[in-house]
């Protein structure tokens, strides 16, 4: 069995990034600028950014981390990100979410320029996607395909399943692994709440990618010997025994899976750093590509 360690696949691409930014940073006189916008206090929204920011700068990358308010006016995050979409030292923008509910993640997620979608949630990055069209592709399952990569996993003309039909995780992950892409050429299931059969499907899957957010949900007796498991699960479950009081938990019961898969990714440790990495990925092109 095959640990897809994300801790290293995400530091060999890291280190490739950061090659790369120390050339273009010469040539350009500037490197790299991600803006992050952080609304609100939420706890895991807060962890992520701030491992955003940390990475560009080892990479080598400008950030800037905006906060505002969980009571901010909607209008006013808007111009914010309008006035970064005009902003030339800007490279890539990113508005974590979720949003507070007064808030329309749509109408954000829409204001901000496609050119500088590194998170690649608008919908002309998902309609260029869906066409095949060079465009920045959602951080996590770009970074899934990294992961694909870096481990050689063949993908040809083999099974998926994707348990999950969100626009950031499963719809975009069904997407590149059904493409025409060195990683890609699945026949891919995609799965969902209204999937009545789906243990059945699941042991048919040659790769199977748990984005539910349910703890634990893939169990031994829903996979099928030697498949790739990618668990794209992140959860926080409480536990008094823990530090920080919880532990976050995959949609993978990991022990029983792992005797059976071929590769499997474990959390933490996995997907969530490749995330990172895709999204590094996403903002040294958006940079390349202002030039
Ligand atoms: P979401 O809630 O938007 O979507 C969940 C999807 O799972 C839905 O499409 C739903 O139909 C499906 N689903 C729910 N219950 C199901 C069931 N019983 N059977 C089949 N399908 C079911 O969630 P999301 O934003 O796509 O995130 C999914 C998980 O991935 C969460 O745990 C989230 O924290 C995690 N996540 C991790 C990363 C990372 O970097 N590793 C990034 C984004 C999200």
């Known amino acids: 069995m095959i640990l897809l360690d994300g801790k290293v696949a995400s530091a060999a691409v890291k280190e490739s990034i950061k ?18 916008i952080l609304v609100g206090n939420n706890g895991a929204s807060e962890t992520y950014v701030a491992s ?16 505002f308010e969980a009571d901010i006016a909607e209008d006013v995050l808007l111009n914010k990100i309008i006035e970064l979409n005009n902003d030339a030292s800007v490279d890539g923008i990113l508005v974590q979410l979720p949003l507070p509910k007064h808030i329309s993640e749509a109408k954000v997620i829409e204001t901000i320029n496609p050119a500088k979608d590194v998170d690649g949630f608008h919908p002309i990055n998902a309609g260029k996607l869906v066409q095949g069209l060079p465009s920045f592709v959602p951080a996590t399952p770009y970074g899934v395909m990294l992961l694909l990569e870096h481990y050689n996993i063949s993908t040809k003309g083999k099974h998926a399943v994707v348990i999950g039909r969100s626009n950031i995780v499963g719809r975009p992950m069904s997407i590149l692994l059904s493409s025409n892409l060195p990683y890609g050429n699945c026949t891919v299931t995609i799965c969902h709440s209204h999937t009545p059969n789906l243990n059945e499907i699941c042991l048919q899957a040659d790769i199977l990618v748990a984005a539910l957010g349910k703890p634990g949900f893939v169990k031994q007796d829903m996979v099928k010997k030697g498949a790739v498991i990618i668990d794209v699960g992140i959860t926080r479950v409480t536990d008094e025994t823990a530090k920080k009081g919880f532990r976050i938990k995959g949609d993978v019961a990991f022990g029983e899976v792992s005797a059976k898969a071929s590769a499997i990714t474990p959390v933490p440790g996995g997907v969530g750093l490749m995330t990172i990495a895709g999204l590094l990925k996403n903002t040294l092109q958006a940079y390349k590509n202002s030039y």
């Open 19 to 36: 090659k790369e930014t120390t050339v273009l940073s010469k040539a350009y006189l500037r490197p790299p600028h991600l803006a992050a």
């Open 52 to 67: 955003k920011v940390k990475n560009c700068e080892e990479v080598g990358f400008l950030s800037s981390l905006i906060r």
